[in-house]
């Protein structure tokens, strides 16, 4: 059973930064995949982006060259270092082990014009 709790969330004007952490609890989560979802009102919940095993990353189109997401395995945390932010950005984000079922209860992150 994995749990997970993401923090560092808040309002920031457009082209500031927030970074995002997700703490996790479980066994062998240093040889999985961790990934950020979003999910704005009314709206689908998208990979934002991911992050392998070996330090591997990739982003959706939307964050790519504004978002970076890294991990500190002895931690068993993630982050979501979020620059350059715009309105579109507003959404409840959320982590996940990839391929294992279980969300946390999300950040909401708002970005004003």
């Known amino acids: 059973q994995v749990q997970l709790v993401e923090s560092g969330g808040g309002l920031v004007q457009a082209g500031g930064s927030l970074r995002l952490s997700c703490a996790a609890s479980?066994?062998?989560?240093?040889?999985?995949?961790m990934g950020w979802y979003r999910q704005a009102p009314g709206k689908q919940r998208d990979l934002v982006a991911t992050?392998?095993?070996?330090?591997?990353?990739n982003y959706s189109d939307s964050v790519k060259g504004r978002f970076t997401i890294s991990r500190d395995n002895a931690k068993k945390t993630v982050y979501l270092q979020m620059n350059s932010l715009k309105p579109e950005d507003t959404a409840v984000y959320y982590c996940k082990v990839l391929g294992l079922d279980g969300w946390g209860q999300g950040t909401q992150v708002t970005v004003s014009s």
């Open positions: 992050i392998s095993s070996s330090g591997i990353t």
């Open positions: 479980g066994s062998f989560l240093s040889l999985r995949s």
